[in-house]
């Protein structure tokens, strides 16, 4: 019999009772169709029936026959509207649950209060600006209450840092509501793919579960994440058998697009790979155009090189030496192997040597090819390196021909772009080559200083970094010494202090602009290194010239240094003595220096081509844009090269959707760091206290002196911008965007690094302290820690702790 509420009107026949089972498609409301799904799946779930259509006083003929078919225990009556718990919005706490219910006019009045609660101003509120109209059809699902011993929530993707390999498991003892409802901390589980917990927060004295438990928990809801084909949020109970029970099961709703979309399948499941040395060229992650085109690039050179030795047949259109994990971009150290496998002299502690600044103890030596074949490839090698000087020099004549002109339509720029592609691999094939040159001379210099091979010593390190770092002429010194001069100009200005100091940049900026000497000089400066810039191989970061704003909050901390103190550091090249050398280093020294001039130049030169395509793809992007063909000109970022490709960029509606989606997910990739060597895909980092062992952080020694300051802890340049004079920059790696810090600075610690590295280059150029390969530093220190650096031994020992504010 149907119960009429007082005031209402008789009852029509809409409200209808349907089992969990007879449920198949998503009319019943999100909620009840996920329960539905997962009684699908062969998860347990506790005996339930929705109600479809439900009114005020509109109840189903048969509810109480189906009420007693639960059997003798409470039920939970909860909301499951139209819209609820579906893919595009959760309606979290905006409708009413009613729990522990029992007897037949209790649960009336239970269903009654949950068809009420979707009329409140707050619902139709947030139906509005959800479903962009108010009256969401109600959907009520009765089910059985499970005796809880624990219950909680478990989210198939954290959707806090987005990352899909990782399951977060929130638990409560006895019943889940206190959680939903935020009345209870819960204890927290991060477990990963293998099932393995890489976190947990235990709040309580003994935790709330085993890890069998949690190991059940996340075994059973991946399962029902990939037969539903997406992350859920489902929320779970455990009686007092130890039964596991599901409760709901909903899309979550806050993801971007996969974190991992792009990774890498690595020739090896146990490759070992790096973020040293390509994450000076590219630190942090990347867009999706940037990862297909400078990556596919990187790996291109470094295989054309493996190819022109004999070491490896031919180029591999899968990546070998590079690889992709979260958006960031690492070097395959094994990959790297096949040089050393296929030619003399070589082995894997050289090969890390040369790429990390260090022996990597978990790379191993490769099969070596047949001894004819490795003296073969040796000879080959060795021509290889011998003809970079020629390469370079044709390659010169290359550049200063090649152009990219953009069409009057975007179909016209594509065309000129995709004909165009190769030049840039051609550059990074021509840079890797005058880089093994240099690389070769380099590590000739270091094994006759220490007269063994791959076994200096720090102080025989050191050594070779002070002769290698002689070279004059190099042409990052040169702008260095550019960029100083244009720093004394703005300083000598009567106007400096108040047009420079404490202006945000872009105020600093039209101050310039305002100076017509400044602006000239500026300009002039732009003009021959406009190209350069902060994650300069990146398409979507400009260039200085494009966006001289990063340059200029940098230029305002020299600035705003010499005005305070008078003084500033002078860029140096130390007059190496040669007559008190060897014979083979006075023979082999004047040659490294050529070699690292040129390695310098094609830098340059790759920036360069790099530059014009950024310029042609945003060109590219704002076409599109202009024609209707992308909502704004910055998505075309988030399409890779051979999407673009084979669409004729020309993208769908439904690619349109995952471009979108990817932008949403770069800052959440950014966020996420890597230990410097990982054997198979490399995992982010989770959070972790670090300790200073007896007070000294052991790293590299890159360019000797010894400086004793205040340490900045800086990961981006925004950080980097508090520096004050004579601070001692703690960073993970810099790039030449970082440059303009070095005159205001005492010293350098890097993270990551050789001393070869753009941070060690630039800081012997100023006759800066610097330790590289640090490792982990920036955890370590903390600003405002007190240390002595000595960039003679490699080693960072801290004075005194920052006092906390």
């Known amino acids: 019999m149907t119960v009429r509420a007082a005031g209402q009107p008789e009852a029509s026949a809409g409200a209808v009772a349907l089992d969990l089972g007879e449920i198949e498609d998503t009319s019943v409301g999100g909620k009840a169709f996920g329960l539905a799904r997962l009684v699908a799946m062969g998860l347990a779930v506790p005996p339930a029936f929705v109600i479809r259509d439900a009114g005020i006083g509109d109840h189903p003929v048969d509810l109480d026959e189906r009420h007693r078919a639960l059997g003798p225990h409470p039920v939970a009556v909860r909301s499951s509207a139209q819209g609820e718990d579906g893919a595009e919005a959760s309606f979290a706490g905006q409708y009413e649950t009613v729990l522990n219910v029992s007897g037949p006019q209790e649960l009336r009045r239970a269903i009654d209060r949950c068809v009420e609660s979707a009329s409140t101003e707050r619902a139709r509120s947030y ?30 993707a954290d959707p806090v840092s987005a990352r899909r390999d990782l399951l977060v498991i929130d638990a409560v003892a006895g019943l889940g509501e206190a959680l939903v409802s935020g009345e209870a901390t819960p204890d927290s589980y991060a477990v990963g ?4 917990i890489v976190r947990r927060d235990v709040v309580g004295d003994e935790p709330v579960l085993s890890d069998t438990q949690v190991a059940r928990i996340a075994q059973q809801a991946r399962l029902a994440a990939a037969h539903e084909g997406h992350p859920l949020d489902l929320e779970w109970a455990i009686d007092r058998s130890g039964a596991l029970f599901w409760l709901q099961a909903r899309p979550i709703t806050t993801l971007p697009a996969d974190l991992n979309e792009f990774d890498s399948v690595l020739p090896g499941p146990d490759d070992v790979l790096t973020i040293s040395n390509v994450s000076e060229m590219m630190p942090g992650a990347v867009c999706p155009l940037t990862m297909s085109f400078t990556g596919w690039g990187i790996d291109y050179g470094l295989q054309h090189m493996q190819v022109s030795v004999g070491a490896r047949r031919e180029i591999d259109p899968v990546w070998q030496v590079t690889a992709s994990a979260y958006g960031h971009l690492f070097l395959n150290l094994t990959g790297n192997l096949t040089m050393a496998a296929g030619t003399l002299g ?25 001894f004819p074949r490795r003296l073969l490839n040796t000879g080959r090698l060795l021509r290889y390196c011998f003809r970079a000087p020629r390469v370079v020099e044709d390659f010169d004549d290359e550049v200063a021909s090649f152009s990219l002109r953009p069409g009057p339509t975007s179909a016209a720029t594509w065309s000129e772009i995709s004909a165009k592609l190769g030049f840039f691999d051609r550059s990074m094939a021509v840079h890797i080559q005058s880089s093994a040159l240099s690389g070769f001379f380099s590590a000739i210099v270091e094994n006759m200083v220490s007269r063994s091979r791959n076994a200096s010593t720090v102080a025989e390190q050191a050594e070779a970094v002070r002769l290698l770092s002689g070279a004059s002429g190099v042409e990052s010194a040169v702008m260095l010494e550019e960029l100083d001069e244009l720093i004394d100009l703005v300083v000598g200005h009567d106007g400096a202090q108040a047009g420079v100091v404490g202006r945000t940049p872009e105020e600093a900026l039209a101050w310039l602009r305002g100076e017509e000497s400044l602006s000239t000089a500026l300009d002039a400066f732009l003009e021959r290194h406009g190209h350069r810039g902060y994650r300069e191989l990146c398409l979507r970061d400009p260039s200085w010239g494009d966006d001289p704003t990063p340059l200029v909050q940098s230029m305002q901390a020299a600035v705003h240094a010499r005005l305070l103190t008078g003084s500033r550091h002078d860029i140096r090249t130390e007059v190496v003595d040669t007559a008190s050398l060897s014979r083979g280093l006075r023979w082999v020294l004047p040659k490294a220096h050529d070699a690292i ?7 340059s030169l790759l920036v360069d081509v790099a530059h014009r395509f950024q310029v042609a793809f945003r060109h590219l992007g704002e076409q599109l844009a202009a024609e209707g063909l992308l909502p704004d000109a910055d998505l075309v970022y988030f399409f890779t090269v051979p999407e673009l490709r084979a669409c004729h960029a020309r993208p769908s509606s439904a690619a349109l959707e995952q471009a979108l989606a990817r932008r949403e997910a770069l800052p959440f990739q950014q ?13 982010p980092l989770e959070p972790q206290v670090l300790e200073v062992v007896d007070g000294v952080l052991q790293g590299r020694p890159a360019s000797r002196g010894v400086v004793e300051g205040v340490v900045r802890v800086a990961h981006t340049l925004a950080e980097a911008a508090d520096l004050a004079p004579g601070e001692i920059l703690v960073t993970p790696i810099t790039d030449i965007g970082w440059t303009p810090y070095f005159s205001l600075i005492g010293g350098l610690v890097t993270d990551l690094g050789s001393s070869v590295s753009h941070g060690a280059v630039i800081a012997r150029e100023y006759g800066l302290p610097c330790v590289v390969n640090a490792r982990r530093a920036t955890g370590l220190l903390r600003t405002g820690d007190r240390v002595r650096l000595d ?3 490699g080693s960072v020992t801290v004075r005194s702790a920052a006092v906390d504010a």
Do not use: W, Y
């Open 193 to 196: 793919l293998d099932g393995g």
């Open 791 to 793: 960039g003679d031994t």
């Open 346 to 370: 070589s082995d894997a502690a050289q090969t890390a040597q040369t790429i990390c600044g260090r022996v990597v103890p978990e790379l191993e030596d490769p099969t070596p090819m047949a």
């Open 597 to 603: 001039r040129r390695r310098e130049h094609t830098k």
């Open 127 to 156: 139906q509005v600006d959800v479903l962009g109209a108010a009256g969401a059809r109600m959907n009520v699902v009765v089910q059985r209450m499970v005796d809880a011993l624990a219950a909680g929530v478990v989210f198939t």
């Open 671 to 683: 966020r996420l760091e890597f230990p410097e060597i990982s054997v198979g895909l490399p995992q």
